[in-house]
């Protein structure tokens, strides 16, 4: 049973456009949700992360939006760079687990 | 220094050899995690130490066998695996699980089992 559900799978942007990448869970225990930015070979990277009693979240062109009635997060990156290829994953924590959506493969195309 | 170092970044190993992976950070963390990926697949949690004791395994094989010498270092100990076992394997630390700030994640080690 997937905890964290994610979509699109794949993501195809023009440079400049916004990407815009949707999660969703059932646990109402989770209480943290970060994203996690991947390069092939790398580890993920922590991009941004908010916890529940905050609706939206940015810190540059990354943009955390939360619904906590729906139970649903999203991440919209502004103006996507070819150097923001990459798959993204959102997560949920809750205690000492951190539950990784399946990811998204995002590319940007000039 | 936000950095989880890991050694190998590579390893090739045998069904019948015993190897080890380490990981290691410097910040201070008190929660480390072994998280097991699959390619084009999510990081699936392995084992969680919090204060060097093992709060956490999710039911992972005893051919796995994890160790955390100290706070700074932790350990995964490879004994009879098997070819599906080939994957990147990260390691990841965060301040305290209980304050539920972020997880840093290592480069990974990759593990080809032959």
């Known amino acids: 049973q997937q905890q964290v559900k994610q979509s699109p799978q794949s993501l195809i942007v023009q440079k400049g456009g916004i990407s815009i990448i949707n999660c969703a869970y059932e646990?109402?225990?989770?209480?943290?949700f970060p994203w996690y930015q991947q390069f092939p070979g790398k580890g993920p990277a922590l991009l941004i992360a908010?916890?529940?009693?905050?609706s939206e979240k940015k810190e540059g062109r990354f943009t955390i939006s939360f619904n906590k009635s729906a139970k649903q997060f999203s991440l919209h990156i502004m103006d996507s760079q070819p150097g923001d290829s990459a798959t993204y994953f959102c997560?949920?924590?809750?205690?000492?687990?951190?539950?990784f959506g399946p990811g998204t493969s995002l590319s940007v195309i000039p | 220094d936000t950095e989880v170092i890991q050694t190998p970044k590579h390893l090739v190993m045998g069904m019948t050899n015993k190897k080890s992976l380490k990981c290691e950070q410097h910040m201070g963390h008190r929660a480390m995690y072994w998280y097991k990926q699959k390619a084009k697949k999510p990081p699936e949690l392995m084992f969680v130490?919090?204060?060097?004791?093992?709060?956490i395994n999710e039911s992972v094989p005893s051919r796995f066998s994890p160790e955390c010498p100290n706070s700074s270092l932790l350990n995964l100990h490879l004994h009879a695996l098997q070819p599906e076992d080939s994957a990147l394997y990260l390691c990841?630390?965060?301040?305290?699980?209980?304050?539920?700030?972020?997880?840093?994640f290592g480069q990974g080690t990759r593990l080809t089992v032959v």
């Open positions: 908010i916890r529940p009693d905050v």
């Open positions: 130490y919090s204060y060097e004791k093992l709060s």
């Open positions: 990841a630390s965060s301040q305290d699980w209980a304050l539920n700030t972020e997880a840093f």
């Open positions: 997560a949920a924590t809750e205690y000492d687990k951190v539950i």
């Open positions: 646990n109402t225990a989770f209480d943290y």
